[in-house]
């Protein structure tokens, strides 16, 4: 199962790391990567990346904003966000992909999802 | 807006048959598998298909999912009051190096 931190309420510029603990399953096979769900609207994948060798991918759409890292030792995935603004007030979901191989995979577990909330 | 299309909305009756469609392109669906999330009020997203046609463990055989050229698509038979929920498809995108979404559908079951 993956078990991520809490709710978050941050200020504009701020910035915020979500964690996420994975258990259950050989964590350095499997990638992680993180979903984002703002209010009322639909899934964005934002990146990935694969515990053995820390290989990372982006989303376009997101890179250069969030980092996404791992530590094998506690078998933990971090995402990394910085400068919020009040549009990353969102659901911040991590996520397991089921295959070794990045665009077979499909992604069977879900973490339990982070609300962070943006407001000065 | 989206890179997959789906209608935004769909229902049904108890007992009747439903179909959520997943329009892409050649650069995604086309070449790539599809995979569906249900997604209940307040809950994260639960995997209900994945590879076009294969069914996760624990997912009633009720849900059944295809594929042709640009388009996917998930049926379920047998519609119960626990399928209501958004229903999104996902498909990896070989112009962007990462997955893609659809808008989601909300089912409503009546």
């Given at each position: 199962q993956l078990v991520q931190s809490g709710a978050e309420v941050k200020k504009p510029g701020d910035s915020l790391t979500i964690s996420c603990k994975a258990s259950g399953y050989r964590f350095s096979s499997f990638w992680i990567g993180w979903v984002r769900q703002v209010p009322g609207q639909d899934l964005e994948w934002m990146g990935?990346?694969?515990p053995a060798d820390s290989d990372t991918r982006y989303s376009p759409s997101f890179q250069g904003q969030v980092t996404i890292s791992v530590d094998k030792s506690i078998t933990t995935a971090y995402?990394?966000?910085?400068?919020?603004k009040a549009s990353d007030t969102a659901t911040y979901y991590c996520v397991r992909t089921d295959l070794a191989t990045i665009s077979l995979g499909a992604f069977d577990?879900?973490?339990q999802g982070t609300k962070v909330f943006v407001s000065s | 807006q989206s890179v997959l299309t789906q209608p935004p909305s769909a229902s049904g009756t108890p007992g009747q048959r439903v179909t959520i469609s997943c329009s892409g392109s050649?650069?995604?669906?086309?070449?790539?598998?599809?995979?569906?999330?249900?997604?209940l009020p307040g809950t994260a997203p639960k995997l209900v298909m994945s590879r076009n046609d294969q069914r996760p463990s624990g997912v009633p055989d009720r849900f059944s999912g295809s594929k042709s050229g640009t388009t996917a698509s998930l049926a379920i038979s047998?519609?119960?009051?626990?399928d209501e929920a958004n229903y999104y498809c996902s498909s990896w995108a070989d112009n962007l190096n990462g997955w893609v979404f659809g808008g989601g559908t909300h089912l409503t079951v009546l």
């Open positions: 990935i990346i694969f995402l990394y966000l910085s400068r919020l577990l879900w973490g | 050649n650069s995604n669906i086309g070449s790539n598998s599809v995979n569906w999330y249900q997604q047998g519609l119960r009051s626990e």
